[in-house]
């Protein structure tokens, strides 16, 4: 190994060479001195550099890191459709932060998710505006968030009904005159039920004991979580679908 | 010279992690929780290191738990999970430094050692500071070098990684990993000499 060699290999460490070239370094060492003193010099500045590994970074560890982590995870958990409210979404996890604030946030969830189960358990939607507002919005030129379909409608559709929503009757009401998909009242619902599953590890073992039957109906999943894209995707394929057997007159813009 | 492997946070609790990291990757939020909990110093350490930066790191760190369970789906269990995380962690970490040396937003270092004093030689530098002088020093003045040679110097000399490890982690060769470690050593001796000499 000449000087020129040994001053590039100087830098490298002896698990970082093969064995032969750390033999030539070694033999070049030895029977020259002006190398040698310069390795001397790099060995000290590494030595510097492992007292500086040994002895780690300066600050301390990150607090409230695996909060935000979690809480970002809960926000990216909802729905793809949502995506322009996950920012308002976070910032509203971040400002509740923590601890009872959170506890009553998810107590509020859960009166709300209740009271909507049990609009949905009663088998009826209201509807009472739901026609003024499909015109409203047709006459606005506005894709209607709610699709209704009238008496007669329903007389016409009634043999197709099963084959075009088997098993949709969570979402899909069919409620004497009127067969009502609001997609509204779907997307809370989903939204709901999974932000309160989210929350639940998330809440405090004293909370669980002070509440046993919510923290029952929180830890226990009660049904599926639904997925919402595919729901959504079903919901447009069933209004084209009874959009298209429509008479021309009735089908919705 | 073979070096020591630094003490300090590369060697995470692997047999407790072990458990949550199947559990946490298998979806199970709690337990990902735990994960997070139990590995976040060890990533927080390795960002800090290459970005100098306590906002800037957290926000790394943060980001690379997320992309942890995102792709958690993808995780190759016969690989350690801390190398799988500090794959991502120091992904990210580069793209900042690299973002943030465009917008010369960079931490540097004040550029010299001269503040250290005078000592006499390698021996009373070493009395005359302590470790965590010594240890804020070299990572001020690595905070100067390339973005690569960097990420490099910080993985190899300071996580105690080792160079087919490092090469792994950023997807070079070993000889490419070496070539970095000799620049970036080059460049900490000659700011170091002043005060070692």
Redesign the interface.
């Known amino acids: 190994m000449n000087c020129s060699t040994f001053r590039e290999t100087m830098y490298l460490r002896e698990d970082e060479v093969s064995p032969a070239e750390w033999t030539d370094f070694q033999r070049h060492r030895i029977t020259c001195e002006r190398c040698a003193a310069e390795y001397r010099r790099v060995e000290r500045a590494l030595r510097f550099v492992d007292l500086a590994a040994a002895e780690g970074p300066l600050p301390g560890e990150p607090h409230g890191l695996g909060d935000a982590v979690v809480s970002r995870i809960v926000a990216e958990r909802l729905p793809r459709s949502f995506s322009a409210a996950k920012p308002a979404f976070q910032a509203l996890l971040d400002w509740l932060g923590m601890g009872w604030v959170r506890v009553s946030l998810a107590t509020a969830l859960v009166l709300i998710w209740g009271s909507i189960a049990a609009e949905y358990s009663s088998g009826y939607l209201r509807i009472v505006t739901l026609e003024s507002e499909l015109t409203n919005e047709s006459a606005a030129g506005t894709t209607p968030d709610i699709r209704t379909f009238t008496r007669s409608d329903l007389s016409e559709l009634s043999s197709l009904l099963p084959t075009i929503i088997p098993g949709k009757d969570a979402f899909f009401q069919v409620s004497g005159d009127w067969i009502v998909i609001n997609k509204a009242s779907m997307e809370r619902f989903i939204l709901l039920y999974n932000d309160l599953q989210a929350l639940a590890p998330l809440l405090p073992p004293e909370f669980r004991a002070a509440h046993p039957e919510l923290w029952k109906l929180l830890s226990q999943k009660q049904k599926t979580p639904p997925d919402m894209e595919t729901l959504l995707r079903e919901r447009q394929s069933l209004i084209r679908e009874l959009n298209d057997l429509l008479p021309q007159e009735r089908k919705t813009p | 010279?073979?070096?020591?492997k630094?003490?300090?946070?590369t060697d995470p609790p692997q047999q407790l992690a072990a458990e949550f990291v199947g559990r946490g990757l298998g979806g199970d939020?709690?337990a990902?929780?735990t994960l997070?909990?139990t590995f976040?110093?060890y990533a927080?350490?390795l960002a800090?290191?290459i970005l100098g930066e306590?906002e800037e790191?957290?926000d790394a760190?943060?980001e690379a738990?997320?992309r942890v369970?995102?792709h958690r789906g993808k995780y190759d269990p016969k690989v350690r999970f801390t190398t799988w995380l500090y794959t991502i962690v120091t992904h990210l970490c580069y793209d900042k430094l690299r973002g943030m040396r465009r917008r010369n937003t960079v931490p540097f270092g004040d550029g010299e050692a001269s503040h250290c004093g005078d000592a006499s030689s390698?021996d009373d530098?070493?009395r005359l500071y302590s470790?965590?002088e010594?240890?804020?020093?070299?990572?001020r003045l690595s905070r100067q070098l390339p973005p690569k040679q960097r990420v490099v110097f910080v993985l190899r000399?300071?996580?105690?990684l080792?160079?087919r490890e490092v090469a792994g982690i950023l997807r070079i060769s070993e000889s490419s990993v070496?070539a970095n470690?000799?620049y970036a050593?080059?460049f900490?001796?000659s700011k170091?000499?002043p005060i070692?000499?």
Request: glycine content about 4%.
């Open positions: 010279m073979e070096r020591e630094p003490e300090q946070s939020l709690p990902f929780r997070v909990d976040q110093k927080y350490a800090f290191r306590e790191s957290k760190v943060q738990f997320i369970w995102q390698g530098a070493e470790n965590k010594i240890a804020a020093l070299v990572n000399d300071l996580q105690g080792s160079v070496k470690l000799v050593r080059k900490l001796r170091l000499d070692l000499m």
